[in-house]
């Protein structure tokens, strides 16, 4: 079956500590996105790539980091710069980055939190 | 700065009580508006997008329709397993970023 795979799906933080949040997916789509949803907030983005080995930051990009070496995987690292990382975060991909009329498709989460 | 409102915040509906939610939005250009359904502790599913005022789309017993200001999703003798949070989002530009309401809360009780 096609889809993104997020992993894990929790994911404990301790203080100072760099995280990597992993995500994969075999639709072959082009463009790969990451959001953060917190409670009572819409989804914001934290970064965007639409081809291998090049991305932009979104909205809230600070005390993040993404690489993209395969088209399939769009991995997300929260570093310790990130000071509110608790949080439930979405990856998403989409066929294409242009034409903005594309739907994007996404994975089903992980759930970060600090001890 | 675009901006997307959806209202009501939450809503309690009973087993075939037909209602509508409203996604209202300012923005400079239009490119598509999408509805997605959100179950708890799972990302958003896609269920439709719109592009231009008087398009509708349908989906079982979801029908969703676009003006130039506003969207609705309208929900007709809804069941149970249609609670779940609605979201609205709105392309505005390249690259397909999307700019996401807060989201309506849908309970259907028996």
């Known amino acids: 079956d096609g889809g993104i795979t997020q992993s894990p799906k929790y994911l404990f933080r301790k203080e100072g500590q760099n995280v990597t949040l992993s995500c994969e997916q075999n639709l072959n789509h082009d463009a790969m996105y990451w959001y953060r949803q917190d409670p009572g907030q819409g989804l914001r983005l934290i970064y965007y790539s639409q081809i291998v080995n090049d991305f932009q930051k979104g909205d809230i990009a600070e005390g993040y980091s993404v690489s993209r070496e395969k088209k399939e995987s769009f991995p997300l690292t929260v570093t310790s710069a990130q000071k509110n990382p608790t949080a439930f975060y979405l990856c998403?991909?989409?066929?294409?980055?242009?034409?903005?009329?594309?739907?994007?498709?996404f994975g089903d989460g992980t759930r970060l939190s600090i001890l | 700065e675009d901006q997307v409102t959806q209202s009501p915040e939450a809503l309690r509906l009973q087993e075939g009580e037909s209602s509508s939610l409203n996604c209202s939005y300012t923005?400079?250009?239009?490119?598509?508006l999408f509805w997605y359904r959100q179950d708890p502790g799972k990302g958003p599913e896609f269920l439709f997008t719109?592009?231009?005022a008087g398009e509708e789309k349908e989906k079982e017993r979801l029908k969703a329709t676009l003006t130039k200001k506003e969207s609705f999703l309208h929900i007709t003798a809804p069941k149970p397993e249609d609670s779940a949070t609605y979201l609205c989002?709105?392309?505005?530009?390249?690259?397909?970023?999307?700019?996401f309401g807060t989201g309506t809360r849908l309970q259907v009780t028996l």
């Open positions: 923005v400079s250009g239009l490119r598509g």
């Open positions: 719109l592009y231009s």
């Open positions: 998403a991909s989409s066929i294409t980055h242009t034409g903005g009329n594309q739907p994007q498709h």
């Open positions: 989002a709105l392309n505005t530009g390249t690259a397909s970023k999307l700019t």
